[in-house]
């Protein structure tokens, strides 16, 4: 098993263009999350999905879209990058089962700067 | 709203020490607890989960401890070693059918040769 990947490993983006952060597992995985990473700020979720084809967003949505058409896909996608989104991106994912321990598997994340 | 607060900040301690850090939660109506460890530029690296009807969970040198009713959980690493330098996170997972993690900012550890 990989478990959970994340590409790129770093990115630069000017101000306004538009990018997507890849995600994959290979656990079979129901639910698959994006977080952000901020010093002084921890981690803060952006969007998440209970399975494919189902989406929904965390505490700090704005600016970003997700989908989930696949089990194992999840890309975060970037409209117009601003600034304020320069920071580290977490994926993590976990199993959905009713009773489950849900431990979540985390990515080794992507550095954004957006200049 | 469920807030994670983890004290002290930063750690520092010479090597072969026993520590303790804290994790308080504000809502008690918890699903799990997650010890995380995170490297300098790296991703998040599970270390022990704690049901919310475990008390305890153990691996290796590490011990995780969860008081439910009074928003506590320690996690407890004994005979420190320079390796078991990183950040540690604590998240929780509220009941109720939603799976999203509430954070705490961490605690730095440096374990000093």
């Known amino acids: 098993n990989a478990g959970v990947t994340q590409t790129p490993k770093f990115q630069v983006l000017k101000t306004g263009q538009s990018m997507t952060l890849q995600c994959a597992q290979d656990m079979n995985h129901e639910y698959m999350s994006w977080y952000r990473q901020d010093p002084g700020m921890g981690l803060r979720l952006i969007h998440y999905s209970v399975g494919a084809g189902i989406t929904d967003q965390g505490e700090v949505p704005n600016g970003y879209n997700v989908s989930r058409s696949t089990t194992e896909d999840f890309p975060l996608r970037l409209l117009s990058a601003a600034p304020s989104q320069t920071s580290v991106y977490f994926c993590?994912?976990?199993?959905?089962?009713?009773?489950?321990?849900?431990?979540?598997?985390f990515g080794p994340g992507t550095r954004l700067t957006v200049t | 709203k469920q807030e994670v607060t983890q004290i002290p900040a930063a750690l520092s301690v010479p090597e072969g020490e026993n520590l303790v850090l804290n994790c308080s939660f504000t809502?008690?109506?918890?699903?799990?607890l997650q010890w995380f460890r995170q490297d300098p530029g790296k991703g998040l690296t599970s270390l022990l989960l704690i049901q919310s009807s475990q008390r305890e969970q153990t691996s290796g040198r590490l011990n995780a401890s969860l008081d439910k009713s009074s928003g506590r959980s320690t996690l407890y690493i004994a005979a420190s070693q320079p390796g078991d330098s990183a950040t540690y996170l604590c998240a929780v997972k509220a009941q109720g059918g939603s799976e999203k993690l509430v954070f705490g900012k961490g605690t730095k550890l440096t374990v000093n040769p």
């Open positions: 809502d008690s109506a918890i699903y799990n």
């Open positions: 993590a994912s976990s199993y959905s089962l009713a009773g489950g321990p849900y431990e979540q598997y």
